[in-house]
């Protein structure tokens, strides 16, 4: 699939979101090896930890679908109204990435529009991370 078309759907999942609190919208789309896009937005609560974030949101509606493999994901999130900053994922949302998603090969596609956008693999953004094959020592 091309990038403006998982950018598209990051910006579609954006308007989806819940923020009274932050009135920061963030919308993820994920795209699965086998070409599906789930897409995902940050939900917020009045009690504030509970709070979701979009790119996680994505990722356990796949999970929960039995997706296991991912290739892509774009992020698109900016205060309410048009998108006009890049929103890089934040830590927890890395490592859960770090859980399905090999660190060379996964592109973290960080957008404001399909024309405007940075793109890291998630290696370049959780150097030496944690994750499953650390806990096979044996
Ligand atoms: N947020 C995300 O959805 N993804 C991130 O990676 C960073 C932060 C959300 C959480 C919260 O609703 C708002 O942005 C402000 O932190």
């Known amino acids: 699939m091309e990038?403006?078309?998982?950018?598209?759907?990051?910006?579609?999942?954006?308007?989806?979101?819940?923020?009274?609190?932050?009135?920061?919208?963030?919308?993820?789309?994920?795209?699965?090896?086998?070409?599906k896009v789930y897409q995902g937005c940050n939900i917020e609560n009045a009690s504030y930890t509970p709070t979701i974030c979009a790119e996680r949101n994505a990722f356990f509606k796949a999970?929960?679908?039995?997706?296991?493999?991912?290739?892509?994901?774009?992020?698109?999130?900016?205060?309410?109204?048009?998108?006009?900053?890049?929103?890089?994922?934040?830590g927890v949302c890395r490592q859960v990435m770090m859980e399905f998603c090999d660190p060379e090969t996964f592109h973290i596609i960080i957008a404001k529009s399909p024309e405007e956008y940075v793109e890291y693999s998630l290696k370049e953004m959780l150097p030496m991370g944690f994750g499953p094959g650390d806990l096979q020592l044996g």
């Open 63 to 90: 999970v929960y679908e039995g997706e296991r493999e991912f290739e892509a994901i774009a992020i698109a999130g900016s205060p309410e109204g048009e998108c006009i900053s890049y929103a890089a994922p934040c």
């Open 3 to 35: 990038k403006e078309k998982l950018i598209l759907a990051a910006l579609e999942a954006r308007t989806h979101a819940y923020t009274p609190y932050s009135h920061f919208q963030v919308g993820a789309a994920l795209l699965t090896r086998s070409g």
